[in-house]
């Protein structure tokens, strides 16, 4: 009967064909790469450690079916192949690792030391194996025996490839959508291997499949586009933040940055297709001025530039050579071109330059036409380090709910007791400490994330008078401060009062302190919600009236219950007599418009008795009590009732 031929009869030919692609793809990385990368050096040990599994696996199945050669041989073989498919498995873990990390080289994860060590291990047992047979044993006729440690492999392989499915999942958020993609298909590529292997008992054609992944990664992820600004004259961001690694040895001194200023103004009276156009002929003009390996562009109109030559010297150059791409046409544009520079000298790691690039943006915002080159110190560089650490403490402190309320008793001075307490947000971390309110909440303000705080300090507000009824303490009210950009949410007013129903507490006992600055960006938004909550029975103070430029105007305008004296104004009125005339003056017009009066920061008898003597209704400060945990607070109440 003769042997139906199927298309498995012919497998050995998978072999064969990844090596074709796999030697093809390593001469093409290495004859039109331009870039070299850690995650590109990774590339050609995967294109050519597939090679060498291809290799193996034919010679094995060539000495498994020629019974001339002896055991011993298929024994060495199978060793070998086994121990490229662990090397190949692991490099290839290390490829999604380095793609995942270098968004953010902060970010030490564990299972970068774990992997490698586990794959180490089998390693270790796969050649050792001829003394110790942990692995495996032959008979006489050349039968594999597993041996005690024989599922190490499998493990490492069920691991590695959980492991790296969960870098995929959770790098999501940080990697391209190319790379998500590319990743995802690989991890299906490698599904479908193991269903051939299950179904099929297909056991040749990993090498194949290792060689589709390579061509997968090769077409999207290795193209020299990937590391190009659109126009091939100057590197892009992801090269940028790559090159650490390759130029921080010594090579050059400086890094040198380049950008427009970043004003609405720019963006109003240009428009993009202009912006673009300005930055291709900067490029071009760089590029025939600097070696083209030293020139990126990092977006937001900013280009960067490694140099040995004088900091100083390259940063006037670069601006000139802005100045005149913004001439380059007959349509004449006054531009102003900033610089900055650091010393490589500074620069440990792909975060040291990308904080390094924040700050040099920051700069621009805020630039100053009569500095137009300055240096980004090492100071400079641990302060936005420290800013990173303390955004990522406020992000986890509200992810896992730890954030903490503390309250301070204000003291009435017509009833003699402490009628209101005002809630102040507190912030620990585990390696930061307790870090200051002056620090995380402008943070917060700055990164997008004081409206999910703010929004956790009030419901932990309600939360605690629901559960202590504050009232039976003597306290009417809380005052919970309501940042700028709180106040100019068009649905403030409505979530606030979504989670007073929530919590099932009395409007009445909350009043919400809002400021002057509010009202100067964008009155009619502050007034709307303002005047919605007062008529759901929610009180308002002023706060902090004095700290900058009081205008009687808003005191006069603004539907509130108390006007918050800030600590400025209270203290400069204690050390100057003009300074307390005129808060004299304040309070009178204050208590004429019938608003209550609150002074802050109050530390002694004399403050207390002197703003007393000008007609504050209350106070509030370290003469009376810090601010508490809710605990203390209520047990501190009780004590003085």
């Known amino acids: 009967m003769t042997e139906q031929i199927t298309f498995f009869s012919y497998v050995n030919y998978l072999d064969i064909a990844a090596i074709v692609?796999?030697?093809i793809l390593a001469v093409l990385y290495l004859y039109r790469k331009i870039y070299f990368t850690k995650q590109g050096n990774l590339f050609l040990a995967l294109a050519i450690v597939n090679i060498f599994m291809a290799v193996g696996s034919i010679c094995y199945r060539?000495?498994?079916?020629?019974?001339?050669?002896?055991?011993?041989?298929r024994y060495f073989l199978n060793i070998v192949c086994t121990s490229l498919t662990v090397t190949h498995l692991t490099l290839y873990f290390f490829y999604v690792y380095n793609i995942s990390k270098n968004k953010d080289d902060s970010k030490k994860s564990p299972w970068g030391k774990v992997i490698p060590s586990i794959a180490t291990i089998v390693i270790l047992i796969l050649v050792t194996n001829p003394f110790t047979k942990w692995f495996a044993n032959m008979d006489e006729p050349g039968a594999m025996i597993p041996g005690p440690l024989y599922f190490a492999i499998f493990v490492q392989a069920i691991l590695t490839f959980i492991i790296?499915?969960?870098?995929?999942?959770?790098?999501?958020?940080?990697i391209s959508k190319n790379q998500s993609v590319v990743l995802w298909a690989n991890i299906i590529l490698v599904l479908a291997l193991m269903f051939l292997k299950v179904h099929f008992s297909v056991n040749t054609a990993d090498s194949f499949i290792n060689s589709l992944i390579v061509v997968i990664l090769f077409t999207v992820l290795e193209n020299p586009s990937y590391f190009l600004y659109e126009n091939g004259v100057a590197y892009n961001e992801n090269a940028f933040y790559q090159a650490v690694g390759r130029f921080v040895k010594g090579n050059f001194k400086w890094v040198v940055f380049v950008g427009l200023e970043e004003k609405d103004y720019v963006n109003r009276l240009l428009p993009k297709e202009k912006i673009t156009k300005i930055h291709r002929d900067f490029a071009t003009k760089a590029h025939n001025s600097f070696n083209k390996d030293m020139l990126f562009y990092l977006g937001k109109s900013s280009f960067a530039v490694f140099t040995n030559d004088d900091a100083d010297e390259v940063a006037t150059k670069l601006i000139n050579t802005y100045i005149e791409a913004s001439h380059s046409d007959d349509e004449s544009v006054g531009l102003t071109p900033y610089a900055g520079y650091l010393s490589f000298e500074d620069v440990n790691n792909a975060d040291t330059?990308?904080?390094?690039?924040?700050?040099?943006?920051?700069?621009?915002?805020?630039?100053?036409?009569?500095?137009r080159i300055s240096r980004i110190t090492s100071i400079e560089l641990d302060r936005r380090r420290r800013e990173i650490a303390v955004i990522r403490a406020i992000r986890k402190a509200l992810e896992e709910d730890t954030l903490q309320v503390f309250y301070q008793p204000i003291f009435?001075?017509?009833?003699?007791?402490?009628?209101?307490?005002?809630?102040?947000?507190?912030?620990?971390?585990e390696e930061l400490g307790n870090i200051s309110p002056k620090e995380f909440l402008p943070l917060a303000e700055e990164n997008g994330l004081i409206i999910p705080l703010g929004e956790a300090v009030f419901r932990k507000v309600c939360e605690f008078i629901r559960t202590s009824d504050v009232r039976r303490l003597g306290v009417s009210f809380i005052e919970i401060n309501m940042s700028l950009i709180q106040c100019l949410q068009y649905d403030m007013a409505d979530r606030i009062i979504s989670i007073l129903s929530e919590y099932d507490v009395e409007p009445s006992l909350i009043n919400l302190e809002i400021s002057e600055s509010a009202y100067k960006v964008?009155?009619?938004?502050?007034?709307?919600?303002?005047?919605?909550?007062?008529?759901?029975?929610?009180s308002f103070s002023l706060d902090d009236f004095g700290a900058g430029f009081a205008n009687a105007e808003y005191i006069a305008t603004i539907p509130v219950m108390f006007v918050n004296l800030a600590i400025e104004l209270v203290t400069s009125a204690m050390e100057d007599?003009?300074?307390?005339?005129?808060?004299?003056?304040?309070?009178?017009?204050?208590?004429?418009?019938?608003?209550?009066?609150?002074?802050?920061?109050?530390?002694?008898?004399e403050m207390?008795?002197?703003?007393?003597?000008i007609g504050c209704d209350a106070f509030q400060g370290y003469y009376y009590s810090r601010a508490m945990n809710e605990e203390d607070f209520i047990r501190y109440i009780l004590k003085r009732e």
Not at 164 to 174: C, E, G, L
Not at 412 to 429: G, I, M, P
Request: hydrophobic residues 40%; positive net charge; contains cysteine.
């Open 21 to 23: 692609i796999s030697s």
């Open 62 to 73: 060539v000495i498994e079916n020629d019974p001339s050669h002896g055991a011993g041989l």
């Open 164 to 174: 790296i499915i969960y870098m995929n999942i959770t790098a999501t958020r940080v």
């Open 353 to 371: 330059l990308r904080k390094a690039k924040d700050i040099f943006d920051s700069r621009k915002k805020s630039a100053n036409t009569m500095v």
């Open 412 to 429: 009435f001075a017509k009833s003699n007791q402490f009628e209101a307490a005002e809630a102040l947000v507190r912030l620990r971390d």
């Open 522 to 538: 964008d009155k009619e938004m502050v007034v709307k919600n303002v005047t919605k909550l007062r008529n759901y029975g929610v």
């Open 577 to 605: 007599r003009n300074s307390l005339i005129i808060l004299k003056n304040y309070v009178s017009l204050i208590k004429d418009l019938r608003y209550g009066c609150i002074a802050k920061g109050v530390e002694s008898t």
């Open 608 to 613: 207390v008795e002197s703003m007393k003597d």
